[in-house]
């Protein structure tokens, strides 16, 4: 068996269009998916995933050259093909080598389910729960809308939900500033001082009114220097997060240490990791209880995988990246895993499924129901692509957002 050809897409349907639980990445100008049909001589094909937003073409520039080593590869060898890929680049490593050996790693993987008349996670060991518990972002303007709006998931059956106020950095966001140039992002200016004491009073007024049961998080998104985030996490303490995330900057991930001789909030960390040497150092020494790493950006189902074997011992749990900037057929390689490893935690979700466009391009996304995602029953991994529609939403350029300190210092997003 050989692979005959590797089709590369870009499809931005989220940029035409306005969505409910896409949020920022609207406005923002959409998210380009990478997507990849890995075809061969026996009929067969798979769809992988290699979105890496804002910085999508250097996927595609990859992927363009991984083509011409696949075509007549047996694409069975996914083990092989993963490391010959990872060889082959000889810089070995990072989100855009590592995002394009995921796209095709998850169609090997497609293609493999396909063949054995299997769903994914069958191959990958069978199942370890019913379904896959997800959790939902929640915002608001307000204390009474955040409040409100965690209550609208309850009500739909979710049972942890991420609750911010104002966005990323919230009440510590004191300026905008419109972008200079149609298209490019605005700028927010942060300052952490009223962040700081907003977040512990945003908690304390949902334990409040929601109770002590509820499972709700929250995300700091590297907004704050190491003391702070050490203060944030001891002052959230009474409030039972279910994990505070990205506390700190990865370069900082030494820190944690320190955070976590002063506070029992369980960390969660890793979004935009890519590689096991980066993630290792969490494990052995135990500085995490959530590994946010995403399938799609760290090489793959094989290489996911992997690290959460290695993590098993460690007793950190998956939290898997799944904003909206992560697209369906990768959310499909998510669950599938995610069924069938032991140390699953959590899965960050977006219901695409509720999404007409999304359900035409990418027949069909995962279902939710009660609080848990389900795999696809059908052979692989049980999701397809339309590439004929996706010729209606072309490539778009997207941007991250822009984040100054008030003096006009550069702040990390
Ligand atoms: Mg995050």
């Known amino acids: 068996m050989k692979i005959t050809d590797v089709k590369i897409f870009v499809v931005n349907p989220t940029a035409a269009e306005k969505f409910d639980g896409i949020g920022h990445l609207y406005r923002s100008g959409g998210v380009n998916y990478v997507v990849v049909k890995v075809l061969t001589d026996e009929g067969v094909y798979g769809v992988g995933e290699g979105t890496l937003y804002a910085s999508e073409l250097a996927v595609v520039s990859v992927l363009k050259n991984f083509r011409e080593l696949l075509i007549g590869k047996d694409p069975n060898d996914i083990e092989d093909t993963w490391h010959f890929l990872h060889r082959s680049t000889y810089w070995r490593g990072g989100p855009i080598f ?3 050996i995921a796209a095709i790693d998850i169609a090997l993987w497609d293609i493999k389910g396909k063949l054995a008349n299997m769903p994914v996670y069958q191959l990958l060991g069978g199942s370890c729960r019913k379904g896959v518990l997800v959790y939902r972002h929640a915002d608001g303007r307000d204390l009474k809308e955040v409040t409100d709006n965690i209550r ?21 966001n004191l300026k905008f500033e419109p972008a200079q140039r149609e298209g490019l992002p605005d700028i927010t200016y942060f300052e952490p001082s009223r962040y700081l004491i907003e977040v512990p009073k945003l908690f304390e007024h949902l334990r409040n009114e929601l109770g002590m049961e509820v499972d709700l998080l929250h995300d700091v998104h ?10 944030l996490a001891k002052r959230l303490e009474p409030y039972r997060l279910f994990f505070l995330e990205d506390p700190v900057s990865p370069e900082q991930k030494d820190v944690l240490a320190f955070i976590r001789s002063q506070t029992t909030t369980p960390i969660a960390i890793g979004e ?43 007793g ?3 939290a898997f990246h799944g904003a909206a900037d992560l697209g369906p057929i990768s959310q499909a390689a998510a669950v599938h895993l995610q069924m069938s490893i032991h140390n699953f935690g959590v899965q960050e979700w977006t219901d695409f499924r509720s999404i007409q466009v999304f359900c035409d391009l990418f027949p069909t996304p995962c279902e939710v129901s009660g609080g848990y995602a389900y795999p696809n029953e059908k052979p692989g991994l049980g999701i397809d692509f339309n590439e004929e529609l996706a010729e209606r ?10 984040i100054r300190r008030i003096d006009g210092t550069v702040h990390g997003y």
Not at 153 to 167: D, P, S
Not at 393 to 402: D, G, I, K, L, N
Request: one cysteine or more.
């Open 222 to 231: 590297e907004q704050l220097s190491p003391i702070e985030a050490a203060q």
């Open 393 to 402: 939403f072309p490539y778009s350029p997207v941007y991250m957002p822009q």
């Open 98 to 100: 590592k995002t394009a």
């Open 316 to 318: 950190v749990k998956s």
């Open 152 to 172: 609208k998931w309850l009500e739909q059956g979710y049972k942890v939900i991420r609750a911010q106020m104002g966005g990323y950095g919230g009440s510590g």
């Open 272 to 314: 935009i990791f890519c590689d096991r040497e980066q993630i290792l150092p969490l494990f052995v020494n135990r500085l995490i209880d959530y590994i946010r790493i995403a399938p799609l950006h760290v090489g793959g189902i094989t290489e996911a995988r992997k690290i959460m074997a290695i993590a098993e011992p460690f």
